[in-house]
């Protein structure tokens, strides 16, 4: 355009940047040509922090801060380098760290023991389970507290939220196959005792009958006594117990984990996006993601039923859970422990 006889000010309105722009290219290219228009030169400050960048991640690495606050000072004593909060914050994130919630690691693990479990007891017997030898199960067992856990919600003053009165446990006992993943479960609202374990016991042989079964469990005591052990040999399985090795191997808390934590807040994020960005007013849309930790029709109903007599949850609240549309007629007053109403559920 400059060899058209364009003036600065048209170029640069063409273009869309400043009249001092054009000229700053024009005397570069005349200087440098297209390479010298090619180079960057954007100005780029250093932080000082930057050349303590090893030591900062060695000393982080060894002892995470909790707070940026606490990083600042820890930079501080490392370097004699004093920044503000903010700018720790952003040196932080450059770093590569960001606040993370942290695991828990059982104190009795020990990572040896766990690593000769893993490669000469449980990969050879899953090898055994893989080529129709054998059938591989991880049990273990689950209680869950009937109770409200919202913690932070956006309001006027404080809400209170409904929950159970007293205290009310369901407790999941649950194996799932190593191969198949196909999980047997049982549900009760009292205890998990070594006879819940045996009733467990007589429903993975019936359903696995014709080959040996080995069952991972952890060492609780109802499940080490003589009457388990017999039960076990009877019905052809024997049971693998982990003790410290399997501090961090139990399957079913694997899953209960991955689901929760992996699974659940994406299918919230989604169904969120699907409701309020797609779907037309009043009409919802989400996953039923606990479908993965549920156990088989006959157990879910019944610990259902347990549930509904009991008073913890209502006919509604039931259907709610199994995806059907909670539209019985009067399904949402409690059902008096008294009666039977089996048949609505």
């Known amino acids: 355009m400059k060899s058209l006889g364009f003036a ?117 017997l899953l090898q055994k389970a893989r080529q129709g030898e054998c059938q591989v199960l991880f049990m273990d067992s689950a209680h869950f507290v009937l109770a409200a856990f919202v913690s932070l919600v956006w309001c006027f003053e404080r809400t209170f939220v409904k929950t159970a009165s007293g205290r009310f446990r369901l407790n999941v006992i649950g194996a799932i196959n190593a191969t198949t993943h196909e999980l047997t479960t049982l549900y009760n609202t009292t205890y998990i005792t070594a006879q819940t374990v045996v009733a467990m016991l007589e429903q993975i042989g019936q359903r696995y009958a014709g080959l040996p079964i080995h069952i991972f469990l952890d060492n609780a005591r109802y499940q080490h006594c003589a009457w388990v052990e017999e039960e076990a040999k009877r019905l052809n399985i024997t049971l693998e117990f982990q ?14 984990q991955y689901v929760e ?16 960005k797609l779907l037309p007013l009043g009409l919802r849309f989400s996953f039923d993601h606990y479908a993965l930790m549920r156990g088989n029709l006959r157990d879910t109903a019944s610990a259902l039923k347990d549930l ?5 949850v209502t006919v509604n609240d039931a259907r709610e859970m199994l995806g059907l549309p909670d539209d019985v007629p009067n399904g949402d007053q409690p059902i008096a422990p008294a009666t039977n109403n089996e048949e609505e559920l």
């Open 8 to 124: 600065h000010h048209d170029i640069a309105d063409v273009i869309g940047c400043c009249r001092n722009t054009v000229g700053n290219y024009l005397t570069l290219y005349e200087k440098l040509g297209m390479d010298g228009l090619r180079q960057l030169k954007h100005c780029k400050p250093q932080s000082e922090l930057d050349g303590h960048k090893t030591l900062v991640m060695a000393t982080f690495k060894e002892c995470p801060p909790r707070s940026v606050k606490e990083a600042a000072q820890q930079i501080e004593n490392l370097t004699g380098i004093k920044r503000s909060l903010g700018r720790i914050r952003s040196y932080l994130y450059r770093l590569g760290m960001k606040p993370r919630r942290t695991g828990q690691v059982p104190a009795k693990a020990d990572a040896m023991k766990q690593r000769l479990y893993h490669d000469e007891i449980i990969q050879p």
């Open 243 to 256: 003790g410290d090795a399997g501090a961090l191997t139990s399957q079913i808390e694997m899953m209960r």
């Open 261 to 276: 934590t992996t699974v659940q807040p994406w299918c919230v994020k989604f169904a969120d996006a699907m409701r309020t």
């Open 308 to 312: 509904a007599q009991t008073g913890a």
